[in-house]
């Protein structure tokens, strides 16, 4: 089976940083994955983490605990832009297996 | 460019109808996968294909149909038998089971009245 957690909504300042945290509980794993989603459109590949620590790209960054089941991605200096949900899916046994999704709105 | 297209972007069809929705990629991909998401949830899996002429059930299969003849082209077939058929369907395709990262299609939204 599969559980994959993560906030429903998280709100912040235009410039500040936001953290999403993300936990799961699935029957493998073979690498975790962050996707941005702008309302009616297709998501689009932030990070892919395999192993333990922290990838950073940008204003991006995105963390991987494996052994306590744990992911966070790190918004940086906030822009309007970013105002989406962010996806956090979990890949195992060949295919992607997805969180709700956190909205994350953005305030000037 | 390479990509992956879904046709149409909107699509409307009356209570009871079959419907399908094309997926078309000339990424040479293997893998090509089928997601619904409904409003405030994340992807759920219908149906996938790791190879031509071959699928496998996804989380939520049940009044969904598929075909994979040809590599380029993963179909999916809404159902009368689907009791809630209104919802955003994203195809996906990936260069192999094996290996993660998929690319995604735009999307079509389906509305069943």
């Known amino acids: 089976g599969k559980n994959i957690d993560q906030p429903t909504e998280m709100t912040a300042t235009e410039g500040a940083i936001v953290q999403i945290n993300c936990t799961y509980q699935t029957s493998g794993f073979n690498g975790l994955f962050w996707y941005q989603q702008h309302a009616g459109e297709a998501p689009t590949f932030l990070s892919y983490n395999v192993l333990d620590g922290l990838e950073e790209k940008g204003r991006f960054s995105s963390f991987l605990s494996r052994s306590k089941g744990y992911s966070y991605l790190l918004l940086k200096e906030l822009q309007m832009k970013d105002s989406a949900s962010y996806l956090c899916?979990?890949?195992?046994?060949?295919?992607?297996?997805f969180g709700a999704g956190t909205t994350v709105t953005v305030r000037a | 460019d390479g990509g992956i297209t879904q046709s149409p972007k909107y699509l409307f069809r009356k209570e009871g109808q079959n419907v399908t929705l094309s997926c078309e990629q000339n990424?040479?991909?293997?893998?090509m996968y089928w997601y619904r998401q409904d409003p405030g949830q994340g992807l759920r899996l219908i149906y996938y294909s790791q190879i031509v002429n071959d699928f496998q059930k996804g989380d939520i299969a049940e009044g969904y149909s598929v075909s994979r003849e040809k590599k380029e082209s993963f179909p999916l077939t809404v159902t009368s038998a689907q009791k809630n058929p209104t919802a955003f369907y994203l195809c996906?395709?990936?260069?192999?089971?094996?290996?993660?990262?998929?690319?995604f299609g735009s999307g079509t939204r389906l509305t069943v009245v």
């Open positions: 990424l040479n991909h293997d893998a």
């Open positions: 996906a395709s990936s260069i192999n089971p094996d290996t993660p990262g998929y690319t």
């Open positions: 899916a979990v890949y195992n046994d060949y295919k992607l297996s």
